[in-house]
């Protein structure tokens, strides 16, 4: 019997793979095509979100508020925080009270962590936690206090004063004493600033140290777990600058920290213990700092005569990306959640993308307290006796 039908056969199955084998690779060409408009749309898109420039907006809703006198807001766990001398209460976008917390204070001081907000009377002897929901507990301290700083659990550290010497107390949610520890003045020098990580396992203090006659700065870092008992008083790295005063310390993310100079920006990375990895000199004084989890903004007044102000961002690893020029007078300056740049003042507002891109400017008719970013082109405005959610509008 010939074989020959077998090789037909063998012949088209080779010619059915081939050409299925073409088919794919049309298939695929077409697909990646695809693909690659797609990405040029979505950046094209994505260029003319972050370079269009708004000057008018629409008010979508307008909601009355009652304030008391001398009402602050702040952004908190993506509701609204009020408070004053007089208490606090978390309201939503509609001006919803979720939970209120009653006190009397000279001069509250604030901390936002996540889900936890703790208040604390500045020169006096009471904190107040809070979390979503509601109020958590209360501290009555013992000596006067200086800052305060809480933690994603809850936890509160506390810099108290007390004829000169400083202590750090720590306690939990409910307001339970923790643990305290005394910062040696003779030994260090006097403490600046304190600042807790987010999860509350390693702090930073600041310390000024005159003793000697001259100026020199500590920077210390402790850590409260498993690593930090293997050290005396928990310390775990600690550097020295001299000639420097350092009124600023604080944990940008769990593992990275940096400290605020007169002249110098040092940035600190290390999950169990803080060491230094970048130092930025600064030759001109620092009118105001602001930062978030990804940068660190400082404002300098501008040498440009066409412009009043430059901001210049540094990533948190202590590289300077951008450097941005404005000219417009401010009371405040900050990050909003989606890491743009809100610049106000009573009757003015801002707001640039980090690249330098001013998104937004509107002057007002009325007081204008605070921005805060819902989604896309949507903010809240909170305003003098109302909070107005709108939207950017060319």
């Known amino acids: 019997m010939s074989d020959r039908p077998y090789r037909l056969v063998e012949k088209q199955v080779d010619q059915l793979e081939e050409k299925i084998k073409v088919h794919r690779m049309r298939v695929l060409k077409l697909v990646l095509a695809v693909v690659v408009l797609l990405l040029i749309a979505g ?6 979100y972050q370079n269009i420039s708004y000057t008018e907006y629409q008010v979508l809703e ?9 009402s602050r807001f702040l952004e908190f766990a993506g509701k609204i925080l009020k408070y004053s001398n007089d208490g606090a209460s978390c309201l939503d976008a509609a001006n919803r009270q979720i939970w209120s917390q009653t006190y009397e204070m000279q001069a509250p001081i604030v901390d936002i962590c996540e889900d936890y907000v703790a208040i604390a009377d500045r020169d006096g002897k009471k904190i107040y936690i809070m979390d979503t929901e509601g109020p958590c507990g209360s501290v009555e301290t013992s ?10 659990q ?4 506390v810099l108290i004063e007390e004829e000169g010497a400083g202590y750090i107390e720590l306690y939990d949610r409910e307001g339970n004493f923790l643990a305290e520890g005394g910062l040696h003045t003779k030994k260090r020098g006097y403490p600046l600033s304190i600042s807790v990580s987010n999860d509350g396992r390693k702090m930073g203090v600041s310390m000024l140290d005159i003793n000697d006659g001259t100026v020199k700065s500590s920077v210390l870092f402790f850590n409260f777990g498993s690593v930090g008992q293997n050290e005396i008083d928990n310390i775990v790295s600690s550097y020295t600058y001299s000639d420097q005063v350092i009124p600023k310390v604080e944990f940008l993310t769990n593992d990275i920290a940096v400290a605020v100079g007169g002249s110098r920006l040092i940035f600190y990375e290390g999950s169990q213990k803080p060491v230094a990895v970048q130092e930025v000199e600064l030759q001109q004084e620092i009118q105001s700092l602001f930062y978030n989890e990804h940068y660190v903004g400082l404002v300098f007044e501008s040498e440009n005569s066409e412009e009043s102000y430059h901001m210049d961002l540094y990533n948190a690893r202590g590289v300077m990306e951008y450097q941005i020029p404005f000219s417009m007078e401010y009371d405040s300056i900050g990050f909003l959640t989606n890491d743009e740049i809100c610049i106000l003042n009573n009757l003015e507002c801002s707001i640039y993308t980090v690249r330098g891109k001013l998104r937004f400017h509107s002057n007002f008719e009325e007081n204008i307290y605070r921005v805060l970013h819902e989604r896309g082109h949507r903010y809240l405005f909170l305003k003098e006796g109302a909070t107005e959610k709108i939207v950017l509008k060319k």
């Open 43 to 48: 950046g094209s898109l994505f260029y003319v």
């Open 62 to 70: 307008r909601v009355e508020r009652a304030d008391s006198a001398g």
């Open 143 to 152: 000596r006067p206090i200086s800052q305060i700083q809480v933690a994603n």
């Open 154 to 157: 809850g936890m509160v550290a």
